[in-house]
């Protein structure tokens, strides 16, 4: 097709996720390598955010997986979940040494499946106790998905506005969100109200009501926020003393992105349940895993007939060619250090995105690893959130000189006021450098200095 059609067929034909047609012709991506991508009119770009939502995090073009994907779909593409295939035996046993206390994975096809099957799993362990613990918290802030399960256990409500009823059972407790502490608080004199708004809820609830809890480790989409120190140790300790499941929805966190492989090892916590998306294959192929500890797992194999086991399938959680492509992924982050250099660079990353806080627009800078968000406000002192355009047409300057960032989008009622980053593992300090300057420079050419 010539690219004239293309963009024609792109206009007319697809409905783009999360956008407001307006007959604008938008861009349509053709190639990357490494963190560079063009576009059909070949612009080049840095590509600050691995894909636009935090999955390719091993960078564009990596033949290694191209090739193991290939060679598996000729020799065998598909079979059911309910039978084996080799290479997720494979990833099993290279992903399972990053996870001591966890044993078994669970596959899916994206981040709000992995989390539906955490929920299923949670109520249906309660259920085979003989107990009513169905009730799932989340928090304000958090996101997990856009099935209706999962978004009716996402914070966030911009997303959820108009898509009612919800499933019930879930329950929303605040955010451990310092900047914007919801008791009006600061981390040096609090005493983790945040962590002990989970208790309250769990008792307020009603004994045994509550099953899990679904959190995101370190927050992403609704503003990369990264919890205080304690929090996590204390949420971890109130779930266990009232018998819910800690589940972490690792599906950004995952697989190196803060620089551990998994974000909890920064806490010193292992959850129930961990799940996992975007980068368990870099998305070069479209894979999830909610991965369980034992005890869950057996605790779903000892009912008695229908309850003996887990009633529950994923058609393309089955796919032996996403699990060859999740298997190299993680050769490749294992061969290059990756996780470790996630979080070399990450730091350098949030070094260099602090230089902004010279421009009065910028009232916080935060980040584990290359995981990091710019919160810009309307003033420093009120902490008042820039209006939402603004921010877009900052991130929009961005593109336009050449580098892609995020931002929240519509997800947080008159806060959708950060911009993120998380570029691919493989950034380098020119990178850095050009993500830097470019956010000054569109600071600047936007919002004046
Ligand atoms: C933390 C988190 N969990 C779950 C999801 C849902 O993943 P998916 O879009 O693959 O269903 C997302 C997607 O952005 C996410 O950021």
Redesign the pocket.
Known sequence: MDTRTVRLADASNIWHHLTRHTGRPGPVMVRGEGLRLWDLDGREYLDATSGG??CVNVGYGRREIADRVAAQLSLMPYYAGSAGNVPSAEFSERLLKYAPHHSRLYFSS??????EKAYKMARLLSALKGGDGTVILYRDR??????LG?LSSSGQSERRDGFGPFVPGFEEVPSAHCYRCAFGLARRSCSLECAAAVEEAVVRLGPGRVGGAVF?TV???GGVIVPPEGYWPEVAAILKRHGALLIL?????GMGRTGAMFAFEHYGIAPDIV?L??GVASAYM?L?VTLTTEEVFRGLQEGEGSFGYFRDISTFGGSAAAAAAADENLAVIEREGLVDRARVMGGELLAALSEAYAHPAVGDVRGLGLLCGVELVASRESREPLPEDRVAAVVARMAELGVLAGRTNRSIPGGNNVINFAPAYTVTGDDVETIRGTLMRALADVLGS
Do not use: C, I, L, R
């Open positions: 939502v935090w994206s981040g709000s499946e992995a989390n958090d996101y997990h998905g856009t099935t999962a995101e927050t992403a989409g929805d690792e599906v950004v966190t799940t998306a975007k479209p999830s």
